[in-house]
T-cell receptor, first 114, second 115 residues
Framework: AQTVTQSQPEMSVQEAETVTLSCTYD???????LFWYKQPPSRQMILVIR??????QNATENRFSVNFQKAAKSFSLKISDSQLGDAAMYFC???????????FGGGTRVLVKP | EPEVTQTPSHQVTQMGQEVILRCVPI?????FYWYRQILGQKVEFLVS????????KSEIFDDQFSVERPDGSNFTLKIRSTKLEDSAMYFC?????????????FGSGTRLTVV
């Protein structure tokens, strides 16, 4: 069974600084997708960024970027120029290609200090 | 941008009562899901639904749970006899292709409190 692990329960960052969230996963599949979701206090799950396992190039969405290391099964999220609105829980998630079940990590709470 | 809508946002129910959580997926999406998040814990898959039938369910999704698409727009999760441990956030999600490559669009959740 696939598992997703986020080893940092909480991270704190100064406004305008950079923070990196860690995620590792375990799978025997070679084709899959990885995601980072943001969950603000409103509790809605918002897709931040996605990565296709067969692409070596790391995904980037504005201030959010990932470091995808397929051999190490690592998928970290970097938030640059942190803003107060970035404060939230962040969940790493995995789905195998043609699968229909997302597997989530336990989440990392990001605190942004003004 | 299209949204997945869930109602109610918060429901309080007595233990043993039946509860129905409602979702309106994005109109052209064909695949529907329910996930659960117990406070402070992981988001967990409950069930996926396509073409008017369950395509996959987790071990959490026992006989107390059922899903239905009663009309062309709603997708419901019913818990027949609620237990204290059913207290959680319940998220509905939908996708167009069901292949997961774009993740899913989630609703804003229903907080269920069983007392």
């Amino acid at each position: 069974a696939q598992t997703v692990t986020q080893s940092q329960p909480e991270m704190s960052v100064q406004e305008a600084e950079t923070v990196t969230l860690s995620c590792t996963y375990d799978t025997s599949e070679s084709d899959y997708y990885l995601f980072w979701y943001k969950q603000p206090p409103s509790r809605q799950m918002i897709l931040v960024i996605r990565q296709e396992a067969y692409k070596q190039q790391n995904a980037t969405e504005n201030r959010f970027s990932v470091n995808f290391q397929k051999a190490a099964k690592s998928f970290s999220l970097k938030i640059s120029d942190s803003q107060l609105g970035d404060a939230a829980m962040y969940f790493c998630a995995y789905i195998k290609a043609a699968g229909n079940k997302l597997t989530f990590g336990g989440g990392t709470r990001v605190l942004v200090k003004p | 941008e299209p949204e997945v809508t869930q109602t109610p946002s918060h429901q309080v129910t007595q233990m043993g009562q039946e509860v129905i959580l409602r979702c309106v997926p994005i109109s052209n999406h064909l695949y529907f899901y329910w996930y659960r998040q117990i406070l402070g814990q992981k988001v967990e898959f409950l069930v996926s639904f396509y073409n008017n039938e369950i395509s996959e369910k987790s071990e959490i999704f026992d006989d107390q749970f059922s899903v239905e698409r009663p009309d062309g727009s709603n997708f419901t999760l019913k818990i027949r006899s609620t237990k204290l441990e059913d207290s959680a956030m319940y998220f509905c999600a939908s996708s167009l292709t069901g292949k997961g490559e774009y993740g899913y669009t989630f609703g804003s959740g229903t907080r269920l409190t069983v007392v």
